[in-house]
């Protein structure tokens, strides 16, 4: 059985998280979509939040598992026996960093490689940071989010903005 990981902070997911993942599933039996819970992060959507958002979008998908996990990437992929990490680039400046990853992953752990997708150029310019101010500043997320959760994630995220006015 071949396992994929496909790590992130998901804070919050993307409609270009969701086309990697969903093109991940195509060459893997299990995909584990490996939520990472960094506590010096200052994340704007908790770990449970973050885990529900992921848990509705990919409810019918029986090869998904969604987990958390805390410490390095790598260490839970073995923890896993998965034989690859899977990371979405966007562009030139993603690659710099992942490659670096890559190759210190591969130090620790020669026996998971790490696989790169290129992100559809549909989705090539989202990021969760961008999703995040769009939402702090009620902008239109419409496209930049699946569908599923939109609503969702705007009340979320406006009872966040109202509570932190009070």
Same mark, same amino acid.
């Given at each position: 059985?071949?396992?994929?990981?496909?790590?992130?902070?998901?804070?919050?997911?993307?409609?270009?998280?969701?086309?990697?993942?969903?093109?991940?599933?195509?060459?893997?039996?299990?995909?584990?979509?490996?939520?990472?819970?960094?506590?010096?992060?200052?994340?704007?959507?908790?770990?449970?939040?973050?885990?529900?958002?992921?848990?509705?979008?990919?409810?019918?998908?029986?090869?998904?598992?969604?987990?958390?996990? &805390? $410490? @390095?990437?790598?260490?839970?992929?073995? #923890?896993?026996?998965?034989?690859?990490?899977?990371?979405? +680039?966007?562009?030139?400046?993603?690659?710099?960093?992942?490659?670096?990853?890559?190759?210190?992953?591969?130090?620790?752990?020669?026996?998971?490689?790490?696989?790169?997708?290129?992100?559809?150029?549909?989705?090539?310019?989202?990021?969760?940071?961008?999703?995040?101010?769009?939402?702090?500043?009620?902008?239109?997320? &419409? $496209? @930049?989010?699946?569908?599923?959760?939109? #609503?969702?994630?705007?009340?979320?995220?406006?009872?966040? +903005?109202?509570?932190?006015?009070?």
């Amino acid at each position: 059985m071949t396992t994929y990981v496909c790590p992130g902070s998901y804070d919050p997911v993307t409609s270009g998280h969701v086309d990697i993942i969903k093109r991940a599933m195509a060459h893997c039996d299990k995909l584990i979509i490996a939520v990472g819970d960094n506590s010096l992060k200052n994340s704007f959507f908790t770990l449970d939040e973050k885990i529900m958002f992921l848990k509705k979008v990919f409810k019918e998908y029986d090869k998904i598992e969604i987990e958390s996990f &805390t $410490g @390095l990437t790598v260490d839970f992929a073995e #923890q896993k026996n998965a034989s690859a990490l899977v990371r979405g +680039l966007r562009a030139v400046s993603d690659f710099e960093y992942e490659f670096q990853m890559a190759m210190l992953n591969k130090k620790l752990k020669p026996h998971v490689e790490t696989i790169f997708m290129m992100a559809n150029p549909d989705h090539s310019y989202i990021s969760s940071g961008a999703v995040r101010e769009f939402l702090k500043n009620n902008a239109d997320i &419409t $496209g @930049l989010v699946p569908e599923s959760i939109r #609503q969702d994630m705007i009340a979320l995220s406006n009872k966040k +903005l109202m509570k932190n006015q009070e």
